[in-house]
């Protein structure tokens, strides 16, 4: 059974600092395909950053420069580094990943894509 569980999620004010993990169980986060997700009230998930397995990473545009996603594969699990956060980054914040193992660049970041999810962490950013 496959489990992903977010955390790190919290309150901070604009041009803080977060930093999300998502554990990973019965899945091998080594050479698939992985990514972050957000959503706001009232708007659609939208993908944030994403991962496969070869290392190619896709951004959102928003999210260019501010935000890291990374991996130990050691330890099974998949990071989302934020910084210079923004009151328009509060979402909750959910892990997910691929059954097939590749996503590729022009699907890596939509939701549909990704199989398996987590319940998500709050990320709460004041102006």
């Known amino acids: 059974q496959v489990q992903l569980v977010e955390s790190g999620g919290g309150s901070v004010q604009a041009g803080g600092s977060l930093r999300l993990s998502c554990a990973v169980s019965?899945?091998?986060?080594?050479?698939?395909?992985m990514g972050w997700f957000r959503q706001s009230e009232g708007k659609e998930r939208e993908g944030v950053a994403a991962m496969d397995g070869d290392g190619s990473i896709s951004y959102a545009d928003f999210v260019k420069g501010r935000f890291t996603i990374s991996k130990d594969n050691a330890k099974n699990t998949l990071y989302l580094q934020m910084d210079s956060l923004k009151s328009e980054d509060t979402a909750m914040y959910f892990c997910?990943?691929?059954?097939?193992?590749?996503?590729?660049?022009?699907?890596?970041?939509?939701?549909?894509?990704?199989?398996?999810w987590g319940k998500g962490t709050l990320v709460t950013i004041s102006a």
């Open positions: 019965g899945y091998n986060i080594r050479s698939n395909c």
């Open positions: 997910a990943a691929e059954r097939t193992g590749y996503c590729g660049a022009h699907l890596r970041l939509k939701s549909d894509v990704m199989d398996y």
